[in-house]
């Protein structure tokens, strides 16, 4: 049997060839002769099959081994990928906690600047207002000098 034909082929040729043959040739000799040569035909086929169990038997471990070494490759795989993933999800975790204490700063100095102005403001009315006040102050100072001074003029004259 050839290694390309199907592994059930021959099987029932064989068979057909183990019949007595097709001439009425009753020659023991002959008869035995066809009977030793399909024998020997039968034993070679068996052989053959053997041999091809043998190197399909020898993929088959083949392939399951590859097949084991890729799911173990795979789980290999699957594991790398939980543990970064479990690591993105922490390292994102980290940075959403980080940006919710950012915002919280930020609005807090938002509020903060807010009154911080609001005093700045009222800080500089209050100096507006005290300036004004001196302005007064000095004018009505410089009013009272010039009054006191014409009236000592007009006591010494």
Known sequence: MNEGEPLSKGWWEGEAALSLPQEKDNNPAKLQTDWMSRMEQLADEKAALRQQLNKLTQEN????????????????????????????????????????????QIRNSKESQAFLQEAYRKIEDENKRLNEELRMERQFRQEMKTFFEGFKKGEKS
């Open 61 to 104: 471990l083949s392939l399951r081994q590859r097949q084991s070494k890729v799911q173990t490759d795979i789980a290999e795989f699957e594991t790398r990928l939980s543990r970064s993933r479990e690591g993105y999800e922490s390292h994102i975790s980290r940075l959403e906690d980080h940006l919710r204490v950012l915002e919280e």
